[in-house]
């Protein structure tokens, strides 16, 4: 069975500090893969999707940037942490390829506090 | 602008009644609507989806049902007990990315937190 891991579960940081955030994927080959934020009382938002290695897709601007060295591994980052970008983040991976509605599937998230 | 539009904002039932969650969209691109259950602490887990060709499905306690000319969908819980007790969010998918890649964006409603009393 498919299986994602993200570390780690909790992180506090200063302001004006870098990010990473690491995810990975167990059970399935070349997965779609997603970082999303949750704000408090706001459903979650897409921040970046990878369709493969290398390929990364942004959909809103922000402080933070996304790699994907391997096959099955996401990172999020950031060089200067804000304060705006306390919040939960959460990876995501899709089956690759399916051609109706694909449902994602989350890990237990991130819960970032920028001081 | 909030893509997918959800209600109440929380809800209480009594152990064996029925939960009722309602969501409204209006981007007509969206291809899938799937459910998700978190509880505190943890990520999303998906509880049931449906396409819009469909306009109902049921698994177990779960019904999702679609209407798709009114723009709206509703969860309904049947038999709730507490261990139901969590936020749902519904959501709507639309494909993003390269053709073939099967890659979607979920737009997510704002969450129902759900409170099943004994």
Known sequence: SQTIHQWPATLVQPVGSPLSLECTVEGTSNPNLYWYRQAAGRGLQLLFYSVGIGQISSEVPQNLSASRPQDRQFILSSKKLLLSDSGFYLCAWSVRGQVFGSPLHFGNGTRLTVT | ?118
């Open chain 2, 1 to 118: 602008q909030q893509q997918v539009k959800q209600s109440p904002q929380s809800l209480i039932v009594q152990k064996g009644g029925i939960s009722i969650i309602n969501c409204a969209y209006e981007n007509t691109a969206f291809d899938y609507f799937p459910w998700y259950q978190q509880f505190p602490g943890k990520g999303p887990a998906l509880l049931i989806a449906i396409r819009p060709d469909v306009s109902e499905k049921k698994e177990g306690r779960f019904t999702i049902s679609f209407n798709k000319s009114a723009k709206q969908f509703s969860l309904h819980i049947m038999d709730s007990q507490p261990g139901d007790s969590a936020t749902y969010f519904c959501a709507a998918s639309i494909k993003v990315g390269p053709l073939g890649t099967g890659a979607n964006n979920l737009f997510f409603g704002t969450g129902t937190r759900l409170t099943v009393i004994p």
